[in-house]
């Protein structure tokens, strides 16, 4: 039968949002607290709870289809993989705007930095060794990487390393250990990835809607509805200040001749300062409603 295999983390900083992002998109499952596996009740798509560096292994494999994971993650295993498979890839369909971090180059606060090369000869700590191994060959630089799968931060405290490569979001973990980052080796974010082998055809097909509807969910989520009232004669300068809004709709209002009511679908964020603006252009009863879904 055709069914599809989704892989997300099962508990982490990108276990909730990528369950609620499936969830939004449309998909229910036969829960079992504490099983890996949960059966997709009302479409064939089931899902697979693991830990989040199991994901691009799975994916590679064939064993799922699609995946949720940091491209931290993804592009360190591909890189570790391509020892066994050298043409190993793994290509984003969708960012996915959360798990938003940063793996950075840090040193010990007291020592001045120039470039790269002054890591040359040294020892640098990460748990990601490939990304790390690929960053300083890019800047022509050879050092002895360390790897640790946890705690690096305290590496150069405990003498393990002069410098480490690690995520970093608000920078709290660095101050606290008295380094500081000083350079950037990767952006990263949740993304949702494929399977790099071709499926069949209904499957193809059931992986296109899926992926139809999570944009669809991505979008509703910046989408407003936003209705108002406006001078007649100030419709095209209004029109122009609301945010991505195509053809607003135009409804005549009951006893008064110069003014209007503006239904407007807008697809870029609206912000207060939008809000006065209109409010500036003479515009009233500014309604803005949130869009829970869309199919364009
Ligand atoms: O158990 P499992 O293996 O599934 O989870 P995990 O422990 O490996 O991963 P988890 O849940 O900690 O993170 C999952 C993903 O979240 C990462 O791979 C990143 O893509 C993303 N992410 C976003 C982060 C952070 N922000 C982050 N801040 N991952 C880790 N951190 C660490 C950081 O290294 C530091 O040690 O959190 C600490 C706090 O960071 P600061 O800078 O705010 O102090
Ligand atoms: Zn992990």
Redesign the pocket.
Known sequence: MTRLKIAI???????DKSLSLLERSGLTFARSKDKLFWYGRNLPVDLLL?????IPRLLLEGVCQLGI?????ALEKVLESRARRPDAHLEPLLKLEF???RLMLALPEDEAYADPGQLAGRRVATSYPHLTRQYLADNGVEADIVTLN?A??IAPSLGTADAIV???????????NHLKAVTEVLS???ALYRCPAALDEPREALLAKLLTRIRGVQQAAETKYVMLHAPRARLAEISAILPGAESPTILSLEGQPDRVAVHAVCTEQVFWEHLEELKAAGASAVLVLPVEKMLA
Do not use: P, Y
């Not at 983390?9 to 276990?15: D, N, V």
């Not at 994971?69 to 993650?73: F, R």
């Not at 690690?166 to 709290?172: A, I, K, M, W």
């Open positions: 983390q099962k508990s982490g900083r990108l276990a693991v830990r989040d560096d199991d994971v940091g491209e931290n993650v798990g938003h971090c946890g690096v931060e690690d995520l970093v979001s608000t920078g709290t973990t660095l101050r606290a990263s974010q949740a």
